[in-house]
């Protein structure tokens, strides 16, 4: 009698997921760098509080414009204050920003993309009508609007930031819809009896992922950029709260006089920021597309 060997079926749903996440991650060495650096960024945000060495918000006129020490790895602001304490707590701020305001533009834009592209007539006249009306104002100009009228909150910046990007996402999703709403898998999914919204949400929406994955990493640094850029003009966060932009904006005075250090480290923190969310965008394509599951 011969022995038979009985073959484990493969392994689906959330693990077969995530070991196709662990292979895309580990397959490219610039990839894996850019996640292992968001993973810093998401550590520092959420336990950045109780980790830093010093009070973010304490003064101390007597350790003012202190250069980067041992005590002071960052050097002080012209109030005492540790830069680099500030630098890690303010990772929360920024990355709240970042990440919802990427979450509401893609509720809102992509999925009103999405019926635009699907079903087309009243729907992408009036999805097209308010992409055209947004893009008809200069981007920052009408966030910097928005957050004046609105009054300088987190909230509101958040606000401000997903409708300046609400233009991006409706019209790359509403594109990608309309190519793929005769598909044959659409057509397939008709015949089988799926509701109009079942198919789009079940069957154009995750096809559709891969690019919307790569215009969500990009904009999460533009978003991180925004929120800089108006508290560097002074329509962001009001101080004393820690926020990239706003030390940049209280640094740069500081730099002709030699004390160089206050912008610089919290220039580079911003940039590292957006420069991990550019890599990371090829990565979560390549998760999310359904064509590289294997």
């Known amino acids: 009698?011969?022995?038979?060997?009985?073959?484990?079926?493969?392994?689906?749903?959330?693990?077969?997921?995530?070991?196709?996440?662990?292979?895309?991650?580990?397959?490219?060495?610039?990839?894996?760098?850019a996640f292992l650096l968001f993973a810093l960024l998401l550590l520092a945000a959420v336990?950045?509080?109780?980790?830093?060495?010093?009070?973010?918000?304490?003064?101390?006129?007597m350790s003012a414009l202190q250069p980067p020490s041992a005590t002071y790895w960052f050097g002080t602001d012209q109030l005492g204050r540790d830069i680099f304490s500030r630098v890690v707590v303010a990772t929360r701020l920024d990355m709240t920003v970042a990440?919802?305001?990427?979450?509401?533009?893609?509720?809102?834009?992509?999925?009103?993309?999405?019926?635009?592209?699907?079903?087309?007539?009243?729907?992408?006249?009036?999805?097209?009508?308010?992409?055209?009306?947004?893009?008809a104002f200069p981007l920052f100009v009408l966030a910097m609007g928005i957050v004046a009228a609105l009054g300088n909150t987190v909230t509101n910046i958040v606000i401000a930031t997903?409708?300046?990007?609400?233009?991006?996402?409706?019209?790359?999703?509403?594109?990608?819809?309309?190519?793929?709403r005769n598909a044959g898998f659409v057509m397939a999914a008709r015949l089988t009896g799926n509701s109009e919204w079942r198919i789009l949400l079940g069957q154009i929406l995750p096809n559709i992922m891969p690019l919307m994955a790569?215009?969500?990493?990009?904009?999460?640094?533009?978003?991180?950029?925004?929120?800089?850029?108006?508290?560097?003009?002074?329509?962001?966060?009001?101080?004393?709260?820690?926020?990239?932009g706003i030390m940049v904006a209280e640094g740069a005075g500081f730099i002709v006089s030699g004390e160089w250090w206050i912008a610089l480290f919290p220039g580079l923190a911003l940039m590292l920021a957006v420069f991990c969310f550019n890599l990371m965008g090829d990565g979560l394509r390549d998760i999310v597309d359904p064509q590289r599951r294997t």
Request: glycine content about 12%; charged content about 10%.
């Open 1 to 33: 009698m011969s022995d038979m060997t009985i073959e484990a079926p493969p392994s689906t749903g959330l693990v077969a997921g995530l070991r196709h996440a662990r292979h895309v991650i580990t397959e490219n060495p610039v990839t894996g760098f």
């Open 47 to 61: 336990f950045g509080p109780w980790i830093v060495p010093h009070d973010p918000q304490a003064s101390n006129t």
């Open 99 to 135: 990440i919802a305001s990427v979450a509401l533009v893609f509720a809102l834009g992509g999925l009103a993309g999405v019926a635009a592209g699907y079903f087309g007539g009243w729907t992408d006249r009036i999805v097209g009508r308010i992409a055209d009306t947004i893009m």
């Open 162 to 180: 997903a409708i300046i990007n609400f233009p991006l996402y409706a019209r790359l999703a509403r594109t990608e819809a309309n190519v793929r």
């Open 214 to 244: 790569v215009q969500m990493s990009l904009t999460m640094g533009y978003a991180i950029l925004n929120a800089a850029g108006l508290s560097f003009i002074g329509l962001g966060v009001r101080p004393p709260t820690p926020e990239w």
